[in-house]
């Protein structure tokens, strides 16, 4: 077997060592929604938390500067997330999957094809309520997911996984059978 990232060929169709694609797919809508459900919800637990110390505490001058950091750190996150949802996006390509995400430290993540053993979708109550899923890459070697892509909408992830499974490679048992 040749190695794909080492063949010229590969490195020039693919625009591994060039510009990145332009056929990106970006996450919904619903998942900034979603997301900041999530947010919320921990907020809210974080804040019964707060008023409990406070309670036990009394006014003490510490539990006045935790209610205003948390403040600070709730209203960062949520300007954050916009930027995290456009900063993720992935691509199906015939030889590969690619995904990308991060707003200040990039993380790329290249997939072969060829090491994909398979593909799960799962849903959470909240992505349930939005209509989103995640899917998850599993490859050779690993017991835990290469790649997981939450909050992309559940057809969408219905539709990768099936063409997902049309393109991993068979190997010569599978052509027999």
Same mark, same amino acid.
């Given at each position: 077997?040749?190695?794909?990232?080492? /063949?010229?060929?590969?490195? /020039? /169709?693919?625009? =591994?060592?060039? &510009?990145? &694609?332009?056929?990106?797919?970006? =996450?919904?809508?619903?998942?900034?929604?979603? @997301? @900041?459900?999530?947010?919320?919800? @921990?907020?809210?637990?974080?804040?019964?938390?707060?008023?409990?110390?406070?309670?036990?505490?009394?006014?003490?001058?510490?539990?006045?500067?935790?209610?205003?950091?948390?403040?600070?750190?709730?209203?960062?996150?949520?300007?954050?997330?916009?930027?995290?949802?456009?900063?993720?996006?992935?691509?199906?390509?015939?030889?590969?999957?690619?995904?990308?995400?991060?707003?200040?430290? @990039?993380?790329?993540?290249?997939?072969?094809?060829?090491?994909?053993?398979?593909?799960?979708?799962?849903?959470? &109550?909240?992505?349930?309520?939005?209509?989103?899923?995640?899917?998850?890459?599993?490859?050779?070697?690993?017991?835990?997911?290469?790649?997981?892509?939450?909050?992309?909408?559940?057809?969408?992830?219905?539709?990768?996984?099936?063409?997902?499974?049309?393109?991993? &490679?068979?190997?010569?048992? /599978?052509?027999?059978?």
């Amino acid at each position: 077997m040749t190695n794909q990232l080492l /063949d010229a060929g590969f490195l /020039d /169709d693919q625009a =591994l060592s060039g &510009p990145l &694609p332009d056929d990106w797919l970006l =996450l919904p809508a619903q998942a900034l929604a979603k @997301r @900041r459900w999530v947010w919320l919800l @921990r907020f809210v637990i974080v804040v019964c938390g707060l008023a409990m110390v406070h309670w036990w505490r009394g006014s003490h001058w510490i539990c006045w500067l935790l209610w205003a950091v948390t403040a600070l750190v709730f209203i960062v996150s949520w300007c954050w997330l916009p930027l995290q949802i456009r900063h993720q996006r992935f691509l199906l390509r015939t030889q590969d999957f690619l995904l990308q995400s991060g707003v200040l430290w @990039r993380k790329a993540v290249l997939i072969p094809l060829q090491r994909v053993q398979h593909v799960s979708i799962s849903q959470g &109550p909240l992505q349930k309520r939005f209509g989103l899923a995640t899917l998850k890459v599993y490859t050779a070697g690993g017991l835990d997911a290469e790649a997981s892509l939450a909050d992309i909408e559940h057809q969408l992830a219905q539709a990768l996984s099936e063409q997902l499974s049309r393109l991993i &490679p068979r190997g010569e048992t /599978d052509a027999e059978h």
